[in-house]
């Protein structure tokens, strides 16, 4: 049946119901991964993404209550992977907090992140956040008595631990993102364009339908909003990266476009909704103020020319997981999937759901206790 | 005639006619670098140090505007030095603008700003300041049009520019120690007991007479206040650390102590002069406010306990130079003496002169151009 799909990962073998495939068009590969990639997806039903956003993991590393919230975290995304069965699960940024991992790889902790959409065979992408690369932050506490804790470094069989063997310098997000891909067969993310670096998850993956391959179903952006080694921010380079690549595959917008990052860009503070959430906005929390990138760099302005760009989905505020148009565009939260972060608003995971014929995206929030709500038609 | 001179470095050779000598007390030192050291100085004048302060060298290094300003810092410590010829130079942090170095080794600009010093076979030591040990911060406006400009990474022989040869990471405080004591004989620098890093520049040197070499003229304190890499402070650990030692090498208080540190202490905002300068302060600029180390974790109140405890030098404002007393002691600033860094107040330094029958210590700032001022008597 798959009959454009070359390279098919061994995930696929699993996944031979599905009819949907990906395809990745854009990357800067490694020379040990592909460049083109693609998968299967079901038949019947729409193609099904889970947002797993602001997860956090490492958080307080060196104490008891920050890998219990890591163990908290793995509860949330088990209940929505297991009551979505979603067939693809997006990492929206903040999947670590690395200023507080003081060991020389912390991929451990991202690692421990992804592995409940991986022990399903479910594959995924991840854009970063800000906590994702940074240096290990200093709590100041640790300067007065009684001094820096004893902090356990153990990494996979190599036992350490005290000062020497720690490492208190970060990851940076390049080593984070060849991690991922190197050991996941699963894993859709991509490097990005070597020019656009240091922001690092910029690519974009096609949706494929098996009924039609030529035709693709959508085109899903992911784009890095900097923050932790660098400015929080979409450059005018990545701007003009997209402006490129959209005029490259879809030069005509005929093909819908679905755009993910991390930090809200500033048109969100525009749309954001006063005091409580009313329609056209769908949520359930509003409860803080929008914190964005530190600029706008022209991405905003390409988006909302684009008739074939339906909708932004964001993570970064805990407190808010509203939906809101904005020009042609709708403006996402995710809802915070974490038990890392701040604030104690319930978790859950945002879904999209995309539908092929005739082309509709629909969105909702699954909250860890099984609970849906806030169900949103994002596009016409 | 040195007697308990062991350990001579290369470079008492040529300082013969000296009568006074340092002697290292207090290190951790490197297998390849002796714990102790001593050190010959002139016979008929009192013991001169020069402090060089807030040079930052390497900052904008990818301008034209950045290497220029480091030109004019090597003459304003070249004049310094050939006026006063100390005996000594103390390195008083901010030696660099390491958030302005994308090189892999910062210790390349860190070299360039000991070398007047080493050129004139001229002995020194060295603090941290917080701008020495950061990770590199990548300007905002590399991310709008016209985008990252071409930084040039060249590195003694190995030539390579572009993003690919160029380090954003920073280069760590022991790394910096490391490449100064290492690739100098004049170097006095040193890493401090392990037990108090990140805290680096930790240590005591003890001016000896060459009359009676049992009996120490003064302790020279060394202490890393942070900032940069961890917070700006000066911990219970080095707090601890100093009493201890004080107690081992100075039971009775009957040696004179001077410290030297970067980041003013708390105590400075209370010493500081209102509105301009007026005695029993001293000193020509009182240009802004006095910013502090983040806490105080006791280190003061160890030292205004001590009768033997003098004066302490810092730098890290560069619009104040003056000297307050406070308690029994006396609280300095030095002069900024680089072109880099933020004011364009004169550039000097701070001289600190000690002379032994009877003890006292006078100190003046001697400007680039050769003037004289604010002479200030620090001892009864």
Chains 1, 2 share one sequence.
């Not at 690519?203 to 039609?212: G, I, P, R, W």
């Not at 890095?224 to 979409?234: F, L, M, V």
């Not at 909704?273 to 769908?282: D, E, T």
């Not at 995971?349 to 995206?361: D, G, K």
């Amino acid at each position: 049946m798959p009959s454009v799909c070359w390279l098919v990962p061994r995930v696929t073998q699993v996944m031979i119901a599905k009819l949907f495939y990906f395809l990745l068009i854009s990357a800067v590969a490694l020379p040990t991964k592909a460049e083109e990639g693609c998968h299967q997806l079901r038949s019947t039903a729409p193609f099904k993404i889970a947002l797993f956003a602001d997860l956090h993991f490492g958080e307080d590393a060196w104490t008891h209550w920050g890998p219990l919230q890591d163990v908290k975290s793995i509860k949330v995304m088990s209940s929505v992977l297991d009551d979505e069965t979603p067939d693809f699960v997006i990492y929206l940024g903040d999947v670590i907090t690395a200023n507080n991992i003081a060991i020389k790889n912390a991929s451990l902790y991202w690692d421990q992140a992804v592995s409940p959409t991986r022990a399903r065979g479910i594959p995924w992408a991840s854009v970063f956040g800000n906590h994702d690369d940074a240096a290990f932050v200093w709590p100041i506490e640790w300067f007065s008595s009684p001094g820096i804790p004893e902090i356990r470094c153990r990494v996979a069989n190599s036992s350490c631990s005290g000062e020497e063997e720690c490492h208190f310098e970060g990851t940076q997000r390049l080593e984070l993102m060849k991690n991922e891909i190197e050991r996941n067969t699963l894993s859709y993310s991509r490097y990005g364009p070597k020019e656009l670096w240091p922001s690092i998850s910029n690519y974009v993956l096609q949706l494929l339908s098996s009924d039609n391959p030529k035709s693709p179903v959508a085109l899903l952006y992911f784009l890095d909003s900097g923050g932790g080694s660098y400015p929080e921010i979409i450059s005018s380079a990545q701007a003009e990266w997209f402006r490129q690549k959209a005029l490259e595959i879809n030069p005509d917008s005929r093909v819908p476009e679905i755009i993910f990052w991390h930090i809200p860009s500033r048109a969100y503070k525009k749309a954001a909704p006063w005091f409580g959430i009313h329609k056209p906005c769908m949520g359930s929390i509003n409860k803080e103020r929008v914190a964005t990138q530190e600029a706008e760099m022209g991405i905003m302005k390409l988006l909302v020319e684009r008739p074939s760009a339906k909708a932004i989905f964001v993570g970064h505020n805990h407190g808010l997981d509203w939906c809101c148009p904005y020009e042609k565009l709708w403006l996402c939260f995710a809802r915070h999937t974490g038990y890392g972060g701040y604030g104690n608003w319930d978790r859950g995971a945002r879904i999209v759901e995309i539908t092929e014929q005739p082309f509709s995206v629909k969105s909702w929030i699954r909250m860890e206790d099984g609970s849906v709500h806030s169900e949103v038609v994002l596009s016409p």
